[in-house]
């Protein structure tokens, strides 16, 4: 099960899983978008489904885990990668812009990863790939990140948490700390001039690809990584190792 399959990192993970074997229960937030992007990959012979679906509603998240556990006989990975954001200087930051990052980046992980949670139980454990940032682990005084990086610091904490809590039941928890990549949503987030500051701060000076996390995700996924848990992977292009 995948979240944000509607475009940008979700959409790209959807086909990359599919491509590997793997039935695909997806969900977005914009109305028919994930229900596009999963006929796509069915118009190609693959297992995808997709819903639009309101994960800052507990209930409707509540409701796409039990509905896709159920079509997909369990649920063998949950990759937590739909987000929303929000970005201001801190002098002007408002409590109700800081809330709704919170409930955007970090409650939403709550509201699917805990129904899911209690189906892996049931099972014999699972894979929880969640998505953080590298502003989790370095402050950007440029774009006004203060509850962005709180948000996805929280994530990486309850990712360690949910390694340490899970792992007599089988269940990995890790984390994917993507640097800039090219997406709709980065897009509408930054204009030309702050899109060439983040990439003159990568090592690797251009935009990571959608379908580079992706493939990261399956193998954090797969049998594979059945040793890893409980870890945060910067994907970024070298960002939080230095600058050139």
Known sequence: ???????????????????EGARVVGCGLHEGGAEKTAALLRDDGYDVQGYTVDLTDPGAARNWIERGAESLGGIDVLYNNAAGFGFAPFSEMTIELFRNVLRDELELLFNTTNPAWKVMLGAGGGSIINTASYGAMRGVARFGVAAHSAAKGGVVALTTALAAEGASAGIRVN???????????????????????????????RPGRPEEIARFAVYLASHEAEWVTGQNFSIDGGVTAGFR
């Open 175 to 205: 984390a994917i700390s993507p640097g800039f990549v090219d997406t709709p949503a980065t897009a509408a987030a930054m204009d030309d001039e702050a899109r060439e500051w983040q990439l003159s701060k990568h090592l690797i000076q």
């Open 1 to 19: 099960m995948i979240t944000g399959t509607s475009r940008g990192q979700g959409e790209a993970a959807q086909r990359v899983f599919a491509e």
